[in-house]
Protein backbone atom coordinates (compact mmCIF):
# COMPACT_ATOMS: atom_id res chain seq x y z
CA UNK A 1 0.00 0.00 0.00
CA UNK A 2 1.45 3.21 -1.23
CA UNK A 3 0.79 5.56 1.88
CA UNK A 4 1.21 9.53 1.88
CA UNK A 5 4.25 9.82 3.91
CA UNK A 6 6.03 7.44 0.77
CA UNK A 7 4.26 9.48 -1.67
CA UNK A 8 5.35 13.27 0.11
CA UNK A 9 8.99 11.57 -0.10
CA UNK A 10 8.86 10.76 -3.66
CA UNK A 11 7.83 14.41 -3.92
CA UNK A 12 10.53 15.56 -2.11
CA UNK A 13 13.34 12.96 -2.97
CA UNK A 14 15.08 15.52 -5.39
CA UNK A 15 15.47 18.16 -2.80
CA UNK A 16 17.10 16.00 -0.36
CA UNK A 17 19.04 14.10 -2.68
CA UNK A 18 20.65 18.22 -3.23
CA UNK A 19 21.18 18.60 0.10
CA UNK A 20 23.37 15.68 0.97
CA UNK A 21 25.02 16.15 -2.43
CA UNK A 22 25.95 20.40 -0.49
CA UNK A 23 26.83 19.15 2.55
CA UNK A 24 28.91 16.01 1.26
CA UNK A 25 30.74 18.00 -1.44
CA UNK A 26 29.06 15.58 -4.16
CA UNK A 27 29.04 16.34 -8.09
CA UNK A 28 26.27 15.87 -10.21
CA UNK A 29 26.27 14.95 -13.80
CA UNK A 30 24.93 13.16 -16.46
CA UNK A 31 21.30 14.60 -17.25
CA UNK A 32 20.46 16.39 -14.22
CA UNK A 33 23.88 18.49 -14.56
CA UNK A 34 22.72 19.33 -18.14
CA UNK A 35 18.90 20.17 -16.94
CA UNK A 36 20.66 22.57 -14.59
CA UNK A 37 22.59 23.99 -17.52
CA UNK A 38 20.22 24.12 -20.08
CA UNK A 39 16.94 24.88 -18.30
CA UNK A 40 13.73 24.15 -19.77
CA UNK A 41 15.75 23.69 -23.28
CA UNK A 42 16.74 19.85 -21.72
CA UNK A 43 15.42 16.48 -21.98
CA UNK A 44 13.06 15.59 -18.73
CA UNK A 45 15.83 13.74 -16.72
CA UNK A 46 14.75 10.30 -14.90
CA UNK A 47 17.63 9.78 -12.41
CA UNK A 48 20.17 11.31 -10.48
CA UNK A 49 24.22 10.09 -11.52
CA UNK A 50 26.37 11.32 -8.65
CA UNK A 51 29.93 11.44 -7.98
CA UNK A 52 31.35 11.16 -5.04
CA UNK A 53 34.88 9.15 -3.66
CA UNK A 54 32.53 7.12 -1.47
CA UNK A 55 29.81 6.21 -3.24
CA UNK A 56 28.83 3.18 -0.83
CA UNK A 57 28.32 5.20 1.84
CA UNK A 58 26.57 7.88 0.58
CA UNK A 59 23.96 5.47 -1.42
CA UNK A 60 23.18 4.03 2.32
CA UNK A 61 22.79 7.60 3.35
CA UNK A 62 20.25 8.71 0.51
CA UNK A 63 18.47 5.28 1.33
CA UNK A 64 18.55 5.43 5.18
CA UNK A 65 17.16 9.33 4.74
CA UNK A 66 14.66 8.36 2.13
CA UNK A 67 13.04 5.43 4.33
CA UNK A 68 13.53 7.48 7.34
CA UNK A 69 10.84 10.32 5.59
CA UNK A 70 8.75 7.83 4.27
CA UNK A 71 7.55 6.05 7.54
CA UNK A 72 9.48 2.45 6.53
CA UNK A 73 11.71 0.48 4.42
CA UNK A 74 11.06 1.43 1.09
CA UNK A 75 14.56 2.37 -0.23
CA UNK A 76 17.20 -0.01 -0.72
CA UNK A 77 20.81 0.03 -2.17
CA UNK A 78 22.55 -2.75 -4.71
CA UNK A 79 25.81 -2.22 -6.04
CA UNK A 80 25.54 -2.35 -9.97
CA UNK A 81 25.92 -5.42 -11.87
CA UNK A 82 27.69 -3.44 -14.95
CA UNK A 83 29.80 -0.61 -13.56
CA UNK A 84 32.48 -1.34 -11.42
CA UNK A 85 32.05 1.13 -8.05
CA UNK A 86 28.74 1.77 -8.44
CA UNK A 87 25.56 1.55 -6.37
CA UNK A 88 22.36 2.13 -7.19
CA UNK A 89 19.37 3.77 -5.02
CA UNK A 90 15.89 2.18 -6.01
CA UNK A 91 12.17 3.11 -4.56
CA UNK A 92 10.75 -0.81 -4.37
CA UNK A 93 8.44 0.29 -5.78
CA UNK A 94 3.80 -0.64 -6.11
CA UNK A 95 4.69 -4.37 -4.98
CA UNK A 96 6.23 -4.06 -2.03
CA UNK A 97 9.44 -6.44 -3.25
CA UNK A 98 13.05 -5.87 -4.15
CA UNK A 99 14.79 -6.80 -7.20
CA UNK A 100 11.42 -6.73 -9.52
CA UNK A 101 10.42 -4.96 -12.40
CA UNK A 102 8.56 -1.80 -11.06
CA UNK A 103 11.17 -0.69 -8.59
CA UNK A 104 12.27 2.79 -9.45
CA UNK A 105 15.95 3.84 -9.50
CA UNK A 106 16.31 7.06 -7.45
CA UNK A 107 19.96 7.91 -7.82
CA UNK A 108 23.46 6.57 -8.97
CA UNK A 109 26.42 6.81 -6.71
CA UNK A 110 29.56 6.64 -8.54
CA UNK A 111 33.25 6.69 -8.06
CA UNK A 112 34.61 9.43 -10.68
CA UNK A 113 37.05 7.60 -13.08
CA UNK A 114 38.71 10.90 -13.52
CA UNK A 115 38.99 14.63 -12.83
CA UNK A 116 35.76 16.53 -14.03
CA UNK A 117 35.48 20.08 -14.66
CA UNK A 118 33.13 21.27 -12.32
CA UNK A 119 30.83 24.16 -11.38
CA UNK A 120 29.53 25.34 -8.81
CA UNK A 121 25.78 26.61 -8.94
CA UNK A 122 23.99 26.91 -5.81
CA UNK A 123 26.50 25.76 -3.10
CA UNK A 124 26.41 22.63 -5.52
CA UNK A 125 28.94 20.69 -7.89
CA UNK A 126 27.89 20.17 -11.73
CA UNK A 127 29.87 18.53 -13.99
CA UNK A 128 30.26 21.46 -17.23
CA UNK A 129 28.31 21.21 -20.12
CA UNK A 130 31.34 20.76 -22.09
CA UNK A 131 32.51 17.79 -20.06
CA UNK A 132 29.42 16.09 -20.51
CA UNK A 133 29.05 16.96 -24.39
CA UNK A 134 33.14 14.98 -24.26
CA UNK A 135 31.56 12.18 -22.23
CA UNK A 136 28.39 11.99 -24.66
CA UNK A 137 30.31 11.85 -27.41
CA UNK A 138 32.52 9.27 -26.12
CA UNK A 139 29.56 7.00 -25.25
CA UNK A 140 28.29 7.37 -28.62
CA UNK A 141 31.11 6.05 -30.05
CA UNK A 142 31.58 3.15 -27.97
CA UNK A 143 29.66 0.24 -29.31
CA UNK A 144 29.23 -1.25 -25.60
CA UNK A 145 27.29 1.63 -24.89
CA UNK A 146 25.02 1.17 -28.16
CA UNK A 147 21.63 1.15 -25.54
CA UNK A 148 22.13 4.46 -24.33
CA UNK A 149 22.93 6.19 -27.95
CA UNK A 150 19.35 7.18 -28.47
CA UNK A 151 19.27 9.39 -25.06
CA UNK A 152 23.36 10.47 -25.64
CA UNK A 153 22.10 12.31 -29.22
CA UNK A 154 19.06 13.73 -27.92
CA UNK A 155 21.10 15.13 -24.89
CA UNK A 156 24.27 16.17 -27.47
CA UNK A 157 21.43 18.06 -29.52
CA UNK A 158 19.73 19.96 -26.73
CA UNK A 159 23.55 21.20 -26.13
CA UNK A 160 24.71 22.09 -29.12
CA UNK A 161 20.90 24.29 -29.78
CA UNK A 162 21.97 25.74 -26.61
CA UNK A 163 25.46 27.03 -27.54
CA UNK A 164 24.24 28.25 -31.04
CA UNK A 165 21.26 30.39 -29.07
CA UNK A 166 24.70 31.85 -26.82
CA UNK A 167 26.26 32.83 -29.90
CA UNK A 168 23.39 34.30 -31.46
CA UNK A 169 22.57 36.40 -28.35
CA UNK A 170 25.86 37.29 -27.75
CA UNK A 171 26.32 38.94 -31.75
CA UNK A 172 22.78 40.47 -31.60
CA UNK A 173 24.35 42.13 -28.29
CA UNK A 174 27.82 43.24 -29.81
Known sequence: MFGIKRYLTLA??????????RKNKETIYGSQSIKKHLGVFSREP????????????????IEQRLDRSSGGNNYYTKKSDYHK??????EI??????????????????????KYETQKIGGIRYVT???????????????NYEYRKDKDLEDLRYSTKQERTKKQSMAAKA
Open 85 to 90: GTYKVR
Open 93 to 114: GLDNKKNTDDDILIADYSKPSR
Open 129 to 143: LRETVKDKNRSIQDP
Open 46 to 61: GDWDILTNTPQRSSKM
Open 12 to 21: KKDQMILDQA
